[in-house]
T-cell receptor, first 116, second 112 residues
Framework: GAVVSQHPSRVICKSGTSVKIECRSL??????MFWYRQFPKQSLMLMAT?????????EQGVEKDKFLINHASLTLSTLTVTSAHPEDSSFYIC????????????FGPGTRLTVL | SQQGEEDPQALSIQEGENATMNCSYK?????LQWYRQNSGRGLVHLIL?????REKHSGRLRVTLDTSKKSSSLLITASRAADTASYFC????????????FGSGTRLQVQP
C-alpha cells in the first residue's frame, strides 16, 4: 500500500522555539493532507486541511498563526509550531487521501512533540 | 468537535475471549472505519464499512453498521495478547469532506 512518512518522529524543544514537522507521501501525490493532534490518552482531533497551491483550512479553535502549514509540493506538507509552549506538547499525525479514492487515506507514523 | 463516542472506554479480557467495542456518531456518513493504535504509535487501518453495508468481516474482525441508530460495533474474536491497543472508529461525512472524525477510543487489554 501507499506510504506516508513523517519527520522527525520525536522532537524535544524549549519553550519559545519553533518546530517544523514534515509529512511526505512517498509513492503517490496528495493535493490534500490532513493534520491531526492527539493529546495523551485522548482521540485524534483534526487541526487543519493542507491544500497544495492554496491556503490551509483550519478547524475552529486552531490558531493559524501558531500552526503554520505549507503544502509545498504534491508530496510534502509541513506543520510549523511557532513559539511552542508546553501545552503544545502532543502527538501530531498527518494523513493523505489517495486521489480518486474517496474512502482511502494513509496515515503517517506521527511525531511526538515535547516542549520543555 | 469530536462527533464519535465509543464504549467501553476501557476493556480488559483474557486471551481467547471475544472483545466488542461500540461506536456512535451524530451525522450522516459516507463510511465508517476502524483503526488500531499501539501505545505512542501511529494508526493502523483495520476495516472500512460503507453506509450502504450492514456487516463486514476481515479475518478475526467483524464490523456492523446501523445507520438508523448511527452506531457501529467492532468484534474481535479469539483475542490475543498482541491485540492489546487502543481502537478508534472514524467517520467520513457524506458531504464529501475527506477528513475523518474520530471517536473517543476504547483501550483494550488482553491478558495472556
Amino acid at each position: 500500500g501507499a506510504v506516508v512518512s513523517q519527520h522527525p518522529s520525536r522532537v524535544i524543544c524549549k519553550s519559545g522555539t519553533s518546530v517544523k514537522i514534515e509529512c511526505r507521501s512517498l509513492d503517490f501525490q496528495a493535493t490534500t493532507m490532513f493534520w491531526y493532534r492527539q493529546f495523551p490518552k485522548q482521540s485524534l482531533m483534526l487541526m487543519a486541511t493542507s491544500n497544495e497551491g492554496s491556503k490551509a483550512t483550519y478547524e475552529q479553535g486552531v490558531e493559524k498563526d501558531k500552526f503554520l502549514i505549507n503544502h509545498a509540493s504534491l508530496t510534502l506538507s509541513t506543520l510549523t509550531v511557532t513559539s511552542a509552549h508546553p501545552e503544545d506538547s502532543s502527538f501530531y499525525i498527518c494523513s493523505a487521501p489517495l486521489r480518486g479514492r474517496v474512502d482511502t487515506q494513509y496515515f503517517g507514523p506521527g511525531t511526538r512533540l515535547t516542549v520543555l | 468537535s469530536q462527533q464519535g463516542e465509543e464504549d467501553p472506554q476501557a476493556l480488559s479480557i483474557q486471551e481467547g475471549e471475544n472483545a466488542t467495542m461500540n461506536c456512535s456518531y451524530k451525522t450522516s456518513i459516507n463510511n465508517l472505519q476502524w483503526y488500531r493504535q499501539n501505545s505512542g504509535r501511529g494508526l493502523v487501518h483495520l476495516i472500512l464499512i460503507r453506509s450502504n453495508e450492514r456487516e463486514k468481516h476481515s479475518g478475526r474482525l467483524r464490523v456492523t453498521l446501523d445507520t438508523s441508530k448511527k452506531s457501529s460495533s467492532l468484534l474481535i474474536t479469539a483475542s490475543r495478547a498482541a491485540d492489546t491497543a487502543s481502537y478508534f472508529c472514524a467517520t467520513a461525512l457524506d458531504t464529501g469532506r475527506r477528513a475523518l472524525t474520530f471517536g473517543s477510543g476504547t483501550r483494550l487489554q488482553v491478558q495472556p
